[in-house]
């Protein structure tokens, strides 16, 4: 099936995203893993397998729409502590997000529903899961400082 080259460029771009995100938050969960945060790890491995499915989809429609796809991650952003850590992949997530909206958005006016339900169920695991979820992390920090979130991550 030939698909149109706009959204099969783009399913690309978006591809880059999730395998910088899967890299970021690999490295992070080691990070986390290395310093004894066994929550954190846990939650950080888990969110890498999520973009590792996502980037699976996306792949697999790239190949089925008569594309290439790219394999090339978009550029990490790796904290150097666990604050930082958060906010670069909560920032990731909202670059994803974005990105995700302006895609579906782009099937639509290419009149490619079936990419643009699959970006749709990757947006609402990408806002109501990880970016929500780091939300609530970053919050807690705030609230009872950091040293009393990382004994709570223990």
């Not at 149109?4 to 490295?27: H, S, T």
């Not at 930082?84 to 290419?110: F, P, W």
């Amino acid at each position: 099936m030939q698909g149109n080259p706009e959204v099969i460029a783009y399913l690309n771009k978006l591809i880059a995203g999730e395998l910088g995100a899967r890299d970021q938050y690999f490295i992070h969960a080691r990070m986390y893993d290395e310093w004894g945060y066994t929550k954190l790890f846990d939650a950080n491995h888990h969110e890498m397998e999520h973009e590792t499915e996502h980037a699976t989809q996306m792949i697999k429609r790239v190949l089925m729409l008569g594309g290439t796809p790219n394999m090339v991650p978009a550029p990490l952003n790796v904290g150097s502590d666990v604050k930082s850590m958060m906010e670069n992949d909560l920032q990731a997530e909202y670059s994803v997000r974005d990105n995700l909206k302006t895609g579906i958005a782009l099937c639509e006016q290419h009149h490619d529903y079936v990419t643009r339900n699959m970006l749709i169920e990757q947006l609402k695991d990408t806002e109501e899961d990880h970016a929500h979820w780091l939300e609530q992390q970053l919050r807690q920090i705030e609230q009872m400082g950091l040293q009393n979130y990382l004994q709570s991550q223990l």
